[in-house]
Every structure is written in structure tokens, then in C-alpha cells.
């Protein structure tokens, strides 16, 4: 009798006119079908790493001179290997930090630990930048003579906060000057300086710079060969991590039948397990990997529903069964389609709690519940303002558009499956919306509605955040872009205030809501690469995932 009903839900999807079709998946059964790595190579790697690390550690702990010891941290976070020293470098930073910086006038030394100490939370004054300002209270020009020193201020001037104008000076000051000068550099500062210009160190997402950033210290002539020996072996050990999940999240895609059932959503398993990936790498975060994982693959597919397909009436039937969150209610009003769909949501969330409840953390599948019914409201709200050719005011409109972005639940899903113990109030806290949740929102709507190609919206969308601000304010479309620009630059600076801020919440709990935006930051950075896979985004998975670390 199912098989009936779905070939009567199939057939609707085949005849429902759609506005818009999504490209296939371009990976296919790929992850399940590749052979992973043997144990007896795993256990090989491990033992290389535990033979390496610590040799590493007593170097970091040796090394006195504050120069070497801040690019030898810089180095060890560039590699992505930082998770295994995080005492040793919280203890070198820790010790800087209470010495001072203020004996010396070397501004590469003061850039790099502005950079490094506010990454670990330690207060430092952007006042540490004024000796470097003349008369008229510009950046001397004499500091365009040391390019490391001045692509050091570029990338501290990231870490500023609100109302801290002399980093915003700095930024423009190395921007402008870096970008007239690159052509001269010799061809690794050259490429270090292009990579910066298209996105600040801080700004990255931490696993793809890894990769990248391996290839390039690689032809450093002043390389430690054990330090790159490790984050070598560390690399790989940690995609093999990766790939088997992504032959988990394959097959359960897969026998899930929702790619197939609802051909119209986008098929993009793949591309979320990178983007989670982004948010954390390490291998004590791979049970959390995939119960976020899954939660964006659902997500994805509840967004196109909302957006490409349902009726308003189906949605508003929709809308009430996820937030009734009852198997025994409602759900037989749905079309077959939605039934399809909401039995598959709320199977997996049920295994979210059986997989929780020995190690007493259950009670936090509720709070994701409670984080995807707001979406869904969200998603409706869009749709009842599209349907009706509405443009809201921008004060509605973000308020609504906040919440549809879905990242204070993706922020709420990655504590879910996290092996910290955490108190429920960390569960409320995000509930309430903090600053630093709401930053990393704006991030995401403003980069989202920028690359927003005209081409992927339906007859009856909602108005845009650039198409809010050309209705109330008159704006061009010119104008409004600059406007979201600002704002997202603006979101960039809360974050960097939050994480300075937040010192009652441990850093291992602030770092996901920062790596959202990082991700934010690569997905959006000139096109939609969620929804457009095929070009850059497939490469940087290819890169992390697939090509390898030796070469022979």
C-alpha cells in the first residue's frame, strides 16, 4: 500500500510545474563505494603521530624567544594540528600575555601576538597600534618597506571590535598597499598575500587552510621537516576519520529514499558534511559531525520544500505537524510527499535520543526540536509574505530572515552530539539568541542574499534583503549592497567582541559559532557554491577529502 501511495506522490512531484530545478548530486554513491583506509595503516599513522607529538610539544615548551614562539603557534594553527597542543599553546600565550609586548617596536612581533592572543581570549588593547601612526594619525608609510611585517597588520586588523577605528584604518592602509605591490613579491609571499587579500587567516575555514597551507610550508626553505612530517600523518589519519562518516551519512541518505522521493530538493549530503566539517574536524567531534550533518541535509530539503514546491495550504499543514511533533497527529493530513518526509524526521530524531540517552545527554534532542520548529515558522512566514507579493519592512523582514537562515539551530544541533559535558543552560542560552548567534546570522543572510542569483528564485519569492532596502530607503540596488557589505563587516566585528567577552563560556563552545561564519564566508564568497556545487566547492572537497597528502 506505501509503494502505491509513493508512486501517486512521485507522480504529483512529475507533474507539478516546477519555477526551478536543482542540479543532481555530482558525487553519487562515490563514498559508499570507496575502499577505506585498512586498520593496520590507521594504527601505522597513529603510531607515527604519537611517535612526533611529543617531540613537538617540548619543542613549543623550549623555545624562549616570544617572536619564534608566536610563529611557531601561527605555524602549528596554520597546519591545523593546534587541537593537539592546545596547554602548550594556552600556557606560551598565556605567558606573553602577562610579560607584555610593549618593549618592542617590531610590528610584525605586535601583529602577531594581537592576532594570537585575541584568538584565545586574552584582552589586548588595539592602543598597542598607535606608535605606528604619524602626526596626522595615518600608518607611517615607512612601513610598506616589510611586507611580512605589514601583511601581519592586515590580518590582526581582522580581529578588531566595534568602534575600534584605528583597525579599520589598518586594514585599508595594508590592503590598499599589499594590493598595489603584490606583483614585486617573490612567489610565496606572493601567494601568501593573495590568499589574504581573498579571505583573512581568521576568516578561514580551518580544515581547508590546513590542506592548503601543507602544500605551501612545504616550500618554505625555514621548515621544521617533523612539524610537517606530523601535520602530514595528522592529516590523513583525520580524512580517514572523514571519509568513513561520509560513508555513514551515504548509506543513510540512501536508505532514507529522499533524494529519490522528493527529486525536486537539493541533493547535497556531501557538500553538508563539509560544511560541518568547517565547524569542527577533530576526531572526538565525529558522532557530533554526523547528527549535524544529518539535521542540514533535512534542513536543506525542508527549505526547498517551503521554497520550490508546496502549496501554502500543504505548508500551513506542514508548519503545524513539526511543531505538534507528534507521529500520531496530523501527520495522515499531509500529502504522501510530506508524510515521506516527516516520518524521516522524526525517525532520525528519535535515534538522535537513543543514540544520547546512555551517556544522559537526551534531554538536548528537545532543544533541536524546539530550534527546528522555529525554522519552520520562519520558512512559512517567507512563503506567506512570497505568496502575497509582500515586501516587508526591514526590521520584519530580518527578523523573520534571521531565523529562516537556520544557523541558531545549526548553532544549538553542534553542541547536541559534543562529548563536553554542558550544563542545559547552554541549551537556553542559545535559545535566547545571543549576540554572537545573531552576528554569525547576519553573516550568513547578508553573504546568502549577496550571491542570490536571480536565475533560482520562484515567481512568487520573498523580497530580499537588498530588495527590503531599495523599497524602504530608495536605494539602488548599488547602494543596498553596499549596505549588507557593511553590515556583514559590522556582524564580523560583534563576533570578535563576543569571543572576547564570553569568558565564562569555555572556548571549545564559542569556536562553532565562529567556524559557522568561516564556512559562511567560503560558501558565499562569489556565488551560492550550496546550491552550485560543481565547480569551487567540488574542488575544496576533492582537495580535503580525496587528494592525497604524500606524493610520491
Known amino acids: 500500500m506505501e509503494d502505491a501511495h509513493l508512486t501517486g506522490a512521485s507522480s504529483l512531484i512529475e507533474c507539478r510545474h516546477l519555477m526551478q530545478g536543482f542540479q543532481p548530486s555530482v558525487w ?23 611517535e612526533l607529538k611529543p617531540v613537538l610539544s617540548q619543542a613549543l615548551n623550549d ?16 597546519l591545523g594540528v593546534a587541537y593537539h597542543f592546545e596547554l602548550e599553546i594556552k600556557k606560551t600565550l598565556i605567558t606573553i600575555h602577562k610579560v607584555g609586548i610593549e618593549y618592542t617596536n617590531d610590528l610584525h612581533t605586535i601583529a602577531l601576538a594581537f592576532r594570537l592572543l585575541r584568538q584565545q581570549r586574552l584582552p589586548i588593547s588595539a592602543d598597542v597600534f598607535h606608535r605606528f601612526l604619524d602626526k596626522e594619525g595615518e600608518f607611517m608609510t615607512s612601513l610598506t618597506m616589510d611586507v611580512e611585517a605589514l601583511l601581519s597588520l ?13 583597525m579599520k584604518k589598518a586594514t585599508n592602509f595594508a590592503k590598499r598597499h599589499l594590493g598595489s605591490m603584490c606583483t614585486n613579491f ?32 612545504e616550500k618554505q626553505v625555514s621548515k621544521r621537516e617533523d612539524l610537517l612530517e606530523f601535520a602530514k600523518f595528522d592529516f590523513l589519519w583525520v580524512q580517514a576519520i572523514h571519509l568513513e562518516e561520509l560513508r555513514s551519512i551515504s548509506i543513510w ?13 537539493r541533493d547535497r549530503s556531501v557538500e553538508s558534511h563539509f560544511s560541518i566539517v568547517g565547524i569542527f574536524f577533530e576526531p572526538c567531534y565525529s558522532h557530533a559531525r554526523k547528527i549535524t550533518t544529518k539535521v542540514v541535509v533535512l534542513t536543506s530539503i525542508l527549505n526547498d520544500i517551503y521554497d520550490q514546491y508546496g502549496t501554502l495550504e500543504e505548508l500551513q499543514l506542514l508548519t503545524n505537524t513539526i511543531n505538534r511533533w507528534d507521529m500520531n497527529e496530523g501527520v495522515e493530513l499531509l500529502p504522501m510527499y510530506l508524510q515521506k518526509y516527516i516520518l524521516v524526521l522524526y525517525r532520525t530524531f528519535k535515534e538522535f535520543e537513543d543514540e544520547l540517552v546512555l551517556e544522559q545527554r537526551a534531554y538536548r534532542v528537545q532543544y533541536l526540536k524546539e530550534e527546528m520548529k522555529k525554522v519552520s515558522r ?7 509574505w512570497g505568496t502575497q507579493s509582500y515586501v516587508p519592512n526591514v526590521k520584519d523582514h530580518m527578523e523573520v530572515s534571521l531565523k529562516s537562515c537556520g544557523y541558531q539551530m545549526l548553532s544549538c544541533c553542534s553542541y547536541v552530539g559534543m562529548i563536553e559535558i554542558m550544563p542545559e543552560e547552554m541549551f537556553q542560552w542559545v535559545k535566547s539568541f545571543p549576540e554572537i548567534v545573531k552576528a554569525a546570522c547576519i553573516i550568513c543572510r547578508m553573504m546568502d542574499d549577496l550571491t542570490l542569483d536571480e536565475h533560482d528564485q520562484r515567481v512568487d519569492h520573498l523580497a530580499t534583503t537588498i530588495e527590503t532596502y531599495m ?3 530608495n536605494y539602488t540596488k548599488e547602494e543596498a549592497c553596499k549596505k549588507l557589505l557593511e553590515m556583514a563587516e559590522n556582524a564580523w566585528k560583534t563576533l570578535n ?5 564570553l569568558t565564562n563560556i569555555p572556548l571549545s563552545l564559542v569556536r562553532p559559532i565562529i567556524n559557522i561564519s568561516r564556512v559562511t564566508a567560503l560558501f558565499y564568497r562569489d556565488k551560492d557554491d550550496y546550491t552550485h556545487p560543481q565547480g569551487t566547492m567540488r574542488d575544496n572537497i576533492k582537495l580535503v577529502m580525496l587528494e592525497p597528502i604524500f606524493t610520491k
Open 378 to 384: 520562519a520558512y512559512f512566514q517567507v512563503k506567506q
Open 497 to 501: 567582541q563576543e569571543l572576547l567577552l
Open 253 to 265: 541518505k540512501k536508505n532514507i529514499d529522499l533524494a529519490k522521493q522528493l527529486s525536486f530538493a
Open 28 to 50: 553519487g554513491d562515490y563514498f559508499i563505494e570507496n575502499k577505506p583506509m585498512s586498520p593496520l595503516e590507521l594504527e601505522q599513522i597513529e603510531l607515527k603521530i604519537n
Open 154 to 166: 592586515y590580518e590582526a586588523s581582522y580581529l578588531g571590535t566595534p568602534n575600534e577605528e584605528i
Open 63 to 78: 623555545t624562549t624567544n616570544v617572536l619564534q614562539s608566536l610563529e611557531f603557534i601561527d605555524t602549528i594553527q596554520h
Open 471 to 473: 523599497e524602504e530607503y
Open 186 to 217: 617573490e612567489p610565496n609571499m606572493r601567494i601568501s598575500v593573495s590568499r589574504a587579500l581573498r579571505t583573512p587567516r581568521f576568516r578561514r575555514m580551518e580544515r581547508l587552510e590546513a590542506r592548503e597551507f601543507i602544500s605551501l610550508y
